[in-house]
């Protein structure tokens, strides 16, 4: 770790790069870029509805619905190359949804598997196929994702670092692990901007300004049929049962899996959480659009990388004279911050939930 926090030396300010995000999704990587001031040029997933979500937000970049990685020769052909004039950042968010603890008791051994095979898939890409000026790659903190990074950067210890983070260390306000990677000085350069920031930015009420708690209900019973698997209403539930926290702390983490819902101090389960507010807590700006389907939305959001360690990890992006091509672009640093967030604890009043 002390390797990672050591300075720069001679590096140069880049005041925009092309952003290529595959497995966009709905975009969270592509709006954190954007809004640290680059460019999203490309948009790529096999999820159609997120596609189309992501177009709808970057509508001046190129999208493809392409699967991975089988159509690696298509990826390969829409990304610049080693041969491109202009400086181009390559970011990937494999599907961690069949490697997440969460869903320990739904995924088979080999679905698991080719999770972490497609994970693998994209830092070979990455490293080997494709030479961004650099790159960054998002996954869930699990023993097995971290097995394999660890191995991948023995190997590749010149080109590829990887950190786990707690996201609410980084203005994110959930209890959210995950590893981020990448090209090592990036990830290094990321580390450098733990907690720099005030501390009420890590606390939903800071995002979406109600005093009421989040419940996060993680121990669902079951009852099994022969369609499905039925869950009962939260109101169902044993207070045993039920993880509570108030919104001055970092929330659960919004998943796919497990719902938030609002809850009195007195521990009456009032409704889920708007499709609005759990968009703040992933530091979504207010503007975005999404699927009009209220679980399609809840789904892309549960999934989505938080658009503010995106803007973290790419905001006044300074590159070593090494990683550019040809003559590095001249400029000063950027300033860029991150849309509609808020600057005290009272700044960011949610209209969409009622007190």
């Given at each position: ?25 709905i975009g969270g990587f592509s709006t954190g ?22 177009a709808a937000n970057h509508p001046e970049a ?134 720099s920031f005030p501390s009420y930015f890590s ?153």
């Open positions: 770790m002390e390797r990672y926090l050591q300075r720069d030396e001679d590096d140069i300010a880049v005041n925009r790069l092309d952003i290529y995000d595959l497995f966009c999704g870029a954007r809004d640290a001031g680059h460019r999203v040029a490309f948009g790529c997933d096999l999820n159609i509805d997120a596609l189309c979500a992501h190129g999208h493809a619905a392409l699967e991975f990685p089988v159509d690696e020769d298509a990826i390969l052909r829409a990304l610049p190359g080693q041969d491109a004039q202009r400086q181009w950042h390559l970011h990937g968010s494999p599907p961690c949804t069949d490697l997440s603890n969460a869903k320990t008791d739904r995924a088979s051994e080999s679905d698991k598997q080719n999770a972490l095979d497609l994970t693998t898939w994209f830092l070979n890409l990455a490293v080997h196929k494709c030479a961004p000026t650099s790159f960054s790659f998002e996954q869930v903190a699990v023993a097995r994702v971290c097995d394999a990074c660890e191995a991948f950067q023995r190997a590749n210890h010149r080109d590829f670092a990887y950190a786990v983070l707690h996201l609410n260390d980084y203005g994110i306000p959930q209890l959210r692990r995950r590893i981020i990677g990448g090209t090592p000085w990036l990830v290094r350069r990321l580390l450098r901007r733990f907690r606390a939903p009420q800071c995002w979406i300004g109600s005093e009421r708690c989040l419940a996060s209900h993680i121990c669902w019973p079951k009852y099994r049929t022969s369609r499905t698997t039925l869950k009962p209403t939260p109101r169902k539930l044993a207070p045993s049962e039920i993880r509570k926290t108030h919104v001055s702390k970092p929330c659960y983490s919004v998943t796919t899996i497990s719902p938030l819902y609002w809850i009195s101090e007195a521990g009456d389960v009032d409704a889920l959480l708007s499709v609005d507010a759990l968009a703040r807590l992933q530091t979504f700006p207010r503007s975005t659009v999404f699927p009009s389907g209220l679980t399609l939305a809840r789904r892309l959001i549960g999934n989505a990388v938080p658009p503010r360690i995106a803007m973290l990890l790419l905001q006044d992006y300074r590159a070593p004279r090494r990683a550019l091509r040809g003559a590095a672009p001249a400029g000063d640093n950027m300033e860029a911050t991150l849309p509609d967030a808020p600057t005290s604890p009272c700044a960011c009043i949610f209209e969409g939930v009622s007190s």
